[in-house]
């Protein structure tokens, strides 16, 4: 079959970042490819040939998903060209790897991929990275998706040369005025829309910097989201539900997130060797899945209680279910908790905006959990700063726009504080 190694060019020194080469011995052949990607020795595991997972090269996942992905290529590149019985030579391999990751350099511009073409194998290289959700994942395909319904529906050349102003303002014309989306969503598809331009202007692809202007951009409006108090969160906590295994998995499950602030990727996947001691305080040291973000939380009582009352030496929580399931049974829930304050739900939809009557319990989702955690923290008088650490906000302004504090709650907040006394 042959055998694919990767080896760094440089080994001197370990703190100097050094290119990453793919090795191919073949029937007595063999070929070299440059990956382009480059790592500090220190960094990588020469037994394993990939990059060690740790806190301080939080890109391990990435890194190792792509050559994961080159050594698949080269292999089957190889196994095509003996089953057409030929031996492959340097230039096959060499172009299948340059095709595969649009780094070839091509005479003819007729053979660069498409808009559309590059963004399906973008979904397709990240659907083979742990770094990316499966919800971010599904934002991907349904806005590639909902692309493909407009080129059909509208006749529409959707290319790199082609998304400029004008797309700009037909499509979100069509996603208002035919779709009837909300504002809120047509601006994540945008922003899908923009981030998969960023990455082909990055790649050498496209060279159109329309999608740059400030006009290609659909302003988010504020949503109206909920928190549970503290208050809330300790009566959730003490709900009986002794006769209800299912729910009482999930109530325990949320309440590991609120008083974590971890995402529902993170809060369900928490094990016995991501608990650590630090200066006699027990934390969570764990990486994010989205971000690749490494976090350290200290242990609230109430999930120290969870972790002991689940722990069989191999796990210290509930078996997990899908977010969608757990966003049904969390309004389940809340209704049996009876959280049934009145909230006025207002967003647009069609570029109308809609005004909508809700209780309290219908609007919590996994991701209240997350923001009851910064809300509550911040009112407790913890500093901003220590709560964006977990969070990951990077600016206090998107971290105030997160938290939901009203008017009445920020001045008795600030009524406590010592220049009122």
Known sequence: MGNVRFNLKELDDSNKDTLIHLIFRYKGKRFKYSTGQKIKPKFWNSTKQRAKST???????????????????????????????????????????????FREVLKEKSKLPTFLEFFIHLI??????????????????????????????????LDFDTIDLNFFQTYTTY???????????????????????NEATER??????A????????????????????AELKELHQLDLSNNNRLER??????????????????????????????????????TQKTQHPVTIPIHPIVEAIFKKYDDGKVILPRTISNQKMNQYLKELGALAEFKEEVIDSKSIGGKRIEEKKVKYEMIS???????????????GIPST???????HTTETSFMKYIKINNEENAVLMAKNPFFN
């Not at 050498?204 to 910097?209: D, L």
């Open 204 to 209: 050498g692809i496209n060279k159109n910097m």
């Open 250 to 287: 999930v109530r325990d499950l949320f309440l590991v997130g609120c008083f974590t602030g971890l995402r529902f990727s993170d809060f369900t996947n928490i094990r016995p060797e991501h608990i650590q001691e630090v200066d006699g305080v027990k934390v969570i040291d764990i990486v």
């Open 124 to 157: 397709e290289e990240r659907e083979k990275s742990p770094k990316y959700t499966k919800g971010t994942l599904k934002v991907y395909r349904t806005t590639y998706n909902h692309l493909l319904d407009y080129r059909q529906r509208k006749f529409k050349n």
């Open 366 to 380: 996994t991701h209240t959990a997350r923001r009851s955690f910064a809300t509550n923290a911040y009112k407790s």
């Open 386 to 392: 220590s709560i964006m650490k977990i969070t990951g």
């Open 211 to 230: 999608y740059k202007s400030k006009k290609f951009r659909v302003p988010k409006e504020e949503a109206k989201n909920i928190y549970l108090t503290l």
């Open 55 to 101: 806190r301080q090269y939080p890109q391990s996942s990435e890194l190792n998903a792509l050559l994961d992905k080159l050594e698949n290529i080269t292999l089957t590149t190889y196994r095509q060209c003996i089953n057409d019985g030929i031996l492959p030579n340097s230039e096959d391999l060499k172009s299948a790897l340059d095709v595969a990751t």
């Open 175 to 197: 996603l208002f005025n035919e779709k009837q989306f909300s504002t809120n969503y047509v601006n994540k598809l945008f922003t899908t829309i923009k981030t998969v331009l």
